[in-house]
């Protein structure tokens, strides 16, 4: 016990002290400034080339979906995320060593060049991404939820990092093992990150893009609109378009649906009037039990 202890306690510190290292210490590896800087890039695009040009700059939910960047991409470390996880991985080593086994790597790959660690990291952890993704559309506690996400009312980059923190937890305890089997030894893995950040902030902008024949592989925004489309198609109950950074795995499985120019669509879900609008009320959401 007396070391899971020390792992929390090291683990609130050494985040803090690296958060405090981001800020102070601006470079080419840095997240926070990485972050900003990518946000402002598409922010920039919404101004210049906005699909719908009625909607205004600053989008209803704009400061709420600014706050969950800065709560969903640093704050929830800090408070205690880094520390679960951290401990997480460890209980799991200490299981796997009731069975005498020092890890569970399948396939060796750290001596891969560096492109090729990154591309296999990237398509992995995406298409356990798009598992997922249909699994919070289609498992009604999981649905309660990503409804935070699908709360959204007005498409804007921010939008991206509106949903519910345990989202987090789901995402990365799944993905923990099927990366784990992969021996990777990689410090890069920010650039893999913050080019599926980029790709999300594009996926939710205001901006009509599809990336002509890319965009049978990248995510976009032309597509990822139908994805929050309020009214859905009878033959597609859970809903559509579920590829967070690729596309091509809705195209191989059959959930792509593009049907038309999803500019004007309402977003959302039923009874969405409803629901919350403030960050504290959509975090208890979940929890309250159905009347």
């Keep these: 016990m007396e070391k899971y202890i020390d792992i929390i306690e090291n683990s609130f510190s050494g985040y803090f002290n690296y958060l405090v290292k981001e800020i102070s210490n601006p470079s080419w590896t840095n997240y ?24 205004s700059v600053i989008r209803k939910g704009f400061w709420l979906d600014t706050f969950y960047i800065l709560f969903n991409f640093f704050l929830f470390s800090l408070i205690g995320y880094n520390a679960l996880s951290n401990v997480g991985v460890e209980l799991f080593n200490d299981f796997l060593g009731i069975f005498g086994i020092k890890n569970i790597v399948a396939l060796e790959v750290k001596d891969f060049p560096v492109w090729m ?46 949903f519910h923190f345990l989202e987090t937890i789901v995402y990365k305890s799944i993905q923990y093992i099927p990366l784990a089997m992969i021996g990777f ?9 913050m080019f599926s950040v980029f790709v999300g902030h594009l996926n939710h902008a205001n901006l009509d893009w599809s990336y002509g024949k890319l965009g049978y592989v990248f995510n976009n925004p032309r597509m990822h609109i139908w994805h929050h489309a309020k009214a859905l198609p009878a033959e597609r109950p859970y809903g559509m378009n579920f590829g ?8 191989l499985f059959g959930t792509a649906y593009v049907p038309k120019s999803g500019r004007d669509i309402e977003l959302g879900f039923e009874d969405d009037a409803n629901f919350p609008n403030t960050f504290l009320k959509q975090m208890k959401y979940p929890f309250k039990k159905d009347k």
């Excluded at 999981?142 to 804007?156: I, R």
């Excluded at 030894?185 to 990150?193: C, M, P, Y």
């Excluded at 967070?244 to 195209?251: E, N």
């Design 32 to 55: 926070f400034y990485w972050l900003i800087g990518l946000s402002i890039l598409v922010f920039l695009f919404e101004i210049i080339v906005p699909w719908r040009k009625k909607q």
């Design 117 to 162: 660690q990154l591309l296999i990291m990237f398509i992995v952890a995406d298409f356990v991404q798009w598992n997922i993704h249909r699994m919070l559309h289609r498992v009604p506690w999981m649905w309660k939820f990503h409804k935070v996400h699908h709360s959204v009312k007005e498409m804007g980059f921010a939008a991206q990092f509106r």
């Design 185 to 193: 030894g990689i410090e890069q893995f920010f650039v893999v990150h």
């Design 244 to 251: 967070l950074t690729l596309s091509i795995w809705d195209y």
